[in-house]
C-alpha cells in the first residue's frame, strides 16, 4: 500500500490524490506499466525478494504498479484494509469465494442475482463440493433459520440486478457476525461513491470495474476488497490461479475512478429525471427506482445509499411482445448487455441476459416478460426521455 499523499476523508479528493510512486521521471498522470516481470539487483536481491524480507515486485500476475494504483484508490473508496485487483467482475466473485471457502462449505445468497454469479452457485461450485441455498431478499425473517452447522458465507447484491431490490446491510451484517458467517456483498450497481458495504459490516466486497468504475465501456475488470486476513488468502488464490487484470486496464480504471463522483451524480440525477418523467406513463404496469417514493424498500436506500443510481426498470403493459416492440423501436438506446456506461442502454432480461433461467426462476426474482432495465447515461435527458417516449407510443 502506497500513502494517500494528501490525507482527505472526502470521495473526491481519495479518488483522484491516492496514488502509486512515481518513476524517477516524475510523471503528472500514472504511467502504464506494460511488463511483465520485473529486474533484481543481484542473486541476494532477488532471494530477499522471493522470501519477503524485502519489498519489491516480482511478477506482473503479483503485483503491477498500474494495478496497485488501482487497488490502492478502491481499499481507500471502500474503506477496506486490502483488496486485490482481477481480470474481470465475475473474476473477483469466483475469487472471492474459493479464496475462502473448501469443499463441504454451504453459502447462503440472495435469490437474485447477476446471471453468471447464479450459473456459479447454481452449476459450477456444486462439482467442488461447495452446495447453495437461495434465499428471498424480501423476507429477511427467514434468513437465520437457512443457517447450517455448513454454512460459511453469505452473498448478497444490493440493489439487485435487474429488479433494484434492496438488503438491510446492516441487519444482514449483524446476523453474520452473531453466526460467525463471512459476508460478501456485489457492490457494482451502487459503485463506492453511493454504499460502502464494509462501513455497514461486511466482511468483502466485489465489483465489477466493467460498469461504472470505467464507466465507457472499454474494458473488463474487477476488485476484491476486506479485511487484510481475508485478503491474504484471497490474494494467495488469486496470484497462484491467474485472473490478473491487464495493467493497461488497471490505469484505465484508475484515472476512471477519478471522475467517479461526478458522473455517478449526473447518472442519477438522470435517472431521476426519467423516473418523475415516466412514473405514470399508461403504457406501463410499474416502473422501480430506489429512490422513488413508490418504492417498498425507499427508506432503506435513502438509509444506505448516498443517492439512487443510474438503473431504473420499466415494466411494459404489454408483456413479451410490448417489451421486444419497445427495443426495436429504440433509436438512440443501445441494445447491449452492458450497463453503467456514459451511453444509455436497454435490455430485456427474460430474452437475454436472465434468459438461461427457467420461466418459473425468473419469475421468483420478479423478471416479468415485460420487464425492460434501462442503464441511464449521460447524454441530455431530455434526448434520452424523447427516445423513450417515442418507442412507448408505438
Ligand atoms: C457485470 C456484473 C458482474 C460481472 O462482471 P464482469 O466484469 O462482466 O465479469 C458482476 N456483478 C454485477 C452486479 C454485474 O453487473
Known sequence: MHKNPYPSDNFETQAIRTQSE?????????PIYMTSSYLFDDAEDARAIFANEKAGLIYSRYDNPSNDEFVDKMVVLEG????VATASGMAAVYGALA?????GDHILAGRSLFGSTYQLFSTILPRFGITTTFFDLLAPESWEKLVTPATRLVYVETPTNPGLDLVDLEFLSQLCREKNLILVVDNGFATPYLQNPLKLGASLVVHTATKYIDGQG???GGVILGSAALIEKIRFFVRQTGPALSPF???LFSKSLETLAVRMDRHCDNAEFLANELKNHKALAALTYPFLASHPQVALAKRQMRRGGGMLTLELKGGLEAGRKFLDHLEM????????DSRSTATHPASTTHSKLSEAE?????????LVRISVGLE???DVLRDILQALSV
Not at 512515481?22 to 500514472?30: D, F, K, L, N, T
Not at 438506446?333 to 450497463?339: G, I, P, V, Y
Open 218 to 220: 472499454r474494458g473488463l
Open 362 to 370: 425468473r419469475l421468483a426474482v420478479r423478471i416479468t416478460p415485460g
Open 22 to 30: 512515481r518513476s524517477p521521471h516524475r510523471e503528472h498522470a500514472a
Open 99 to 103: 479464496g475462502t471457502l473448501s469443499a
Open 380 to 382: 441530455h435527458p431530455q
Open 249 to 251: 486496464n488497471g490505469w
Open 80 to 83: 477496506a484494509e486490502d483488496g
Open 333 to 340: 438506446l443501445s441494445l447491449t448487455a452492458n450497463l453503467g
